[in-house]
């Protein structure tokens, strides 16, 4: 079993910085890509930010310059840095691991969600 705990969502004002955190535990073999999607109200969920193995990065347009993801691999934690936000950032925010439990294939793993509200 692979388990994923978020936390750090709430509620911010228009221009003002939230730090998401992802923590994996069980099982595991090996964690390949990290990553964080969101899903507003009404909408279909759509990638924010991942971060392979080796440190390489993918933002979705709409966050670039605003936002930054990073992981401890020691710890098996994920972050995603939130700066300037805007209240279109509104939404849950879903962190998922490409990771491989042990004795078994990689395969996508997504945390309950947490979430995130901008709003004055």
């Known amino acids: 079993q692979v388990h994923l705990v978020e936390s750090g969502g709430g509620l911010v004002q228009p221009g003002g910085s939230l730090r998401l955190s992802c923590t994996t535990s069980g099982s595991i073999f090996s964690i390949y890509t990290m990553g964080w999607h969101r899903q507003a109200a009404g909408k279909q969920r759509e990638l924010v930010a991942t971060?392979?193995?080796?440190?390489?990065?993918n933002y979705a347009d709409s966050v670039k310059g605003r936002f930054t993801i990073s992981r401890d691999s020691a710890k098996n934690t994920v972050y995603l840095q939130m700066n300037s936000l805007k209240p279109e950032d509104t939404a849950v925010y879903y962190c998922?691991?490409?990771?491989?439990?042990?004795?078994?294939?990689?395969?996508?793993?997504w945390g309950q969600g947490t979430q995130v509200t901008v709003s004055s």
């Open positions: 971060i392979t193995n080796t440190s390489s990065t």
């Open positions: 998922s691991v490409y990771a491989a439990a042990l004795g078994g294939p990689p395969r996508t793993y």
